[in-house]
C-alpha cells in the first residue's frame, strides 16, 4: 500500500526556519508531480509549492524566495525549506504526490499533514 508522511513540523518563532520532509512507500514505479499544500484554521487548502518528475519548480508568491522545494527521485522523498517564518504561514502542512503504484493506475496520494505554528 502506498503511503505518504510528512515529518518536521514544530512551533518556531518568526524569522525562524524549518525543513518538512515528505517519504513515500510502498510498491511505488514512479513518481509524477509532488505538491506541499497547507490549511490553516477556517481557510481553505492551497497550494505552496509543486516540483515536477523533470525537478521544475513552482511556488506561491507568499512564499517565493523564502521557501525551497527539493526532491530526491531515488528515494521517494521530497522537502520543504522554510526561512523567514512569518505567522501568516501558521498552518497545517501536507504533501500530495501523483504516484503510479505496482499493478494500479497513477493516483493522487495524501499524507496526514504535519503541523507548523510561527509565534509572533
Known amino acids: 500500500q502506498v503511503q505518504l508522511v510528512e515529518s518536521g513540523g514544530d512551533l518556531v518563532q518568526a524569522g525562524g526556519s524549518l525543513r518538512l520532509s515528505c517519504v513515500a512507500s510502498?510498491?511505488?514505479?514512479?513518481?509524477?508531480?509532488m505538491g506541499w499544500y497547507r490549511q490553516a484554521p477556517g481557510k481553505q487548502r492551497e497550494l505552496v509549492a509543486s516540483?515536477?518528475?523533470?525537478?521544475?519548480?513552482s511556488y506561491a508568491d507568499s512564499v517565493k524566495g523564502r521557501f525551497t522545494f527539493t526532491r530526491d527521485v531515488a528515494k521517494n522523498t521530497a522537502n520543504l525549506e522554510m526561512n523567514n517564518l512569518k505567522p501568516e504561514d501558521t498552518a497545517v502542512y501536507y504533501c500530495n504526490a501523483q504516484i503510479r503504484a505496482l499493478g494500479s493506475t497513477t493516483w493522487m496520494y495524501w499524507g496526514p499533514g504535519t503541523q507548523v505554528t510561527v509565534s509572533s
Open positions: 510502498g510498491p511505488i514505479l514512479s513518481i509524477n508531480t
Open positions: 516540483i515536477n518528475s523533470g525537478g521544475s519548480t
